[in-house]
């Protein structure tokens, strides 16, 4: 990626990644009780990017790597991970987890989809867990159009996120109930106001928009994997584009 997009650009009509970070990113109580909270399943993910290539000499990117449970899973099986969040809160918690963990070919970068700017060899693999359904669609596009411009010719973009897999149609019946399958405040987990939250103040989109703009940035889908509840989805993509 170019360095005049990184952050500190000051282009003024560039979205605010930070404000749009969504409040619980930028909230302490809940950074701490993060991990307990969510599981990203991250030694499953380092094994199916071990099916897709990866090696000890892989540069890895984890955009919106938050508190870093993939990108301290996949360092002892690369050679670089640049993990990179806009949440100074959450750059805390992942910059004591790397000290901890001795992962010193972790780098901590504070940037977002829009302002990171990617040095040195090509990343192999960039990987983003939860983090794209911060930004509108348009923003979107130019976010993803940014990841494939880091990639290597042929490279691997796993995407997981909130993408909802229905009719415009069923939106009511589908979202109210995933909601309902939040939890009552003090109960643990994922509160059912934090779901609404969710759904009122981001921006997740439809799958068949999205699939439209990852084919259109230059992505190939190798593959796609749909909740049932039509809420989720994960993607295996490839960059068909050259830099």
Not at 92 to 105: D, F, I, P, S, Y
Not at 109 to 118: K, S
């Amino acid at each position: 990626m170019p360095s005049g997009s990184e952050a500190g650009s000051n282009e003024g009509w560039l979205l605010d990644e930070v404000a749009s970070a969504g409040r619980e990113n930028l909230d302490a109580g809940h950074v701490a009780r993060y991990d307990a909270k969510e599981d990203a399943d991250a030694a499953q993910e380092v094994l199916l990017l071990g099916r897709l290539g990866l090696t000890s000499e892989s540069v890895v990117v984890d955009l919106g790597a938050g508190t870093g449970q993939f990108a301290l899973a996949v360092a002892p099986a690369c050679a670089r991970v640049v993990a990179v969040d806009v949440s100074s809160v959450m750059l805390t918690a992942l910059r004591t987890k790397v000290e901890q963990a001795g992962a010193h070919n972790v780098e901590v970068v504070q940037a977002g989809f829009l302002t990171y700017g990617h040095h040195g060899s090509p990343a192999d693999f960039v990987y983003s867990r939860y983090a794209l359904h911060h930004l509108p669609d348009f923003w979107k596009g130019v976010a993803l159009t940014r990841l494939r411009d880091t990639l290597r010719p042929g490279g691997v973009l796993r995407l997981s996120d909130a993408v909802y897999n229905f009719e415009p149609a069923d939106a009511a019946e589908r979202i109210e109930a995933w909601c309902a399958t939040g939890n009552p405040p003090g109960a643990g987990g994922w509160g059912r106001w934090e779901l609404e939250e969710h759904v009122r103040d981001e921006h997740s989109t439809y799958t068949w928009l999205l699939e439209a703009m990852l084919q259109r940035t230059g992505f190939t889908i190798e593959d796609a994997e749909y909740s049932d509840d039509g809420i989720f989805a994960k993607y295996v993509l490839r960059s068909t584009s050259a830099q």
